[in-house]
């Protein structure tokens, strides 16, 4: 019999599969959500507007209504093009797929989503991650001497970044963009929590793409993101596109999210000022080393050398699931994520957090 190893790449075999933690009975606060669902009424109505989708029928193999419901409600360029995904994991990948015969690398600051480096890697195209600084906030000469050095394909700028939660100087993040000899793609996963977006210039230069996703909005799963560039650059990433990869459920659920779009802000406003509250209230624990300032809809933060996993466990046990990113070690070590929760989970996360930080063992 034919084995994967015979067939596959050793570099990709070597690597795990994309794990998601188990939270079943647990408060879950490691993957980035928005915790709230619709308000009952707003279900009732969700579910009513599904009734009309013809499941025996191929959906819009271009999404046109869902494109112009994010032109609306986004305000995307007019001249810019729109290329819709299965979220933006699919989008990264069409991306890498299209530059994959360049000869050129994937460049990104590192740490830093790490979709960007499996997905090159994948695809047989060389990464190189530029190291940030020690406050997590972009190396700028280091990675200005990356762009001339490696001549990169791909800059993927996450903006604000994941796992730390800066978002960097926009000022500082234009240098950058016009220093690049190839394509920068700013992803914006959790622009409904940052004070800066590049979607008004997407396009513009013609080597500057904007990606987002409405997954940290509240509607992870439905799965859509989208990527906005100049006309001749989506026309040209279109023909990666699989047929009707968007289907047809998803199609209605984010049309009807925007005619409710003011719901989802709401959450998103009150999720900010939970953000405010729980790094004021991490800030003011001793045990506490570090708080990164955060644009996103999650808090980065350090405790003592070495207690990293042992308060992620304690937690856990208390029955509250945060996000353990020490354990890659680096200058990671020691340093846990937690997604903002409703306020009543952020409340939990917070007693739960004090006990295990007095706990010694």
Known sequence: MTRPSELMRPEVLERSAYAVADATGLIK????????PWPGELEAAWLEALRGVELNRYPDPVGRDVTAAIRAAHGLPAEAGCLLGNGSDELIQILITAVQGSGRPVVSPVPTFVMYEVLARAAGVRFVGVPLAPDFDLDVP?????????????????????????????????EVVAANPGVTVID????????????????SPPGLMVMRTLS??????????????????VDALDRLRLPYNVNALTQRSVLFA???????????????????????????????????????????FEVAAGRGRAVFESLLDAGI?????????GVLADHLRVTVGAPEENDAFLAALAEALRDPA
Request: proline share 7%; charged share 20%.
């Open 29 to 36: 606060l490691d993957a980035m959500e928005n915790p709230f």
């Open 321 to 329: 699931l945060i996000k353990d990113v020490g354990r890659v070690g």
């Open 188 to 203: 914006e996963a959790y622009a409904p929590f940052a004070s800066h977006s590049f979607l008004p210039q997407a396009g």
């Open 142 to 174: 280091a990675l200005l001497q990356a762009l001339e050095q490696e001549r990169p394909a791909l800059l993927f700028l996450a903006f604000p970044n994941n796992p730390t939660g800066r978002l960097y100087d926009p000022g500082v993040v234009a």
């Open 258 to 300: 925007f005619e409710h779009g003011g719901t989802l802000e709401r959450q998103a406003r009150l999720l900010r000022e939970e953000r405010s509250r729980i790094a004021a209230a991490l800030g003011s624990l001793p045990a506490v080393r570090r708080v990164v300032p955060s644009e996103a809809n999650f808090i980065l």
């Open 216 to 233: 940290k909005l509240g509607l992870a799963g439905v799965r859509l993101g989208y990527l906005a560039a100049s006309a001749d650059w």
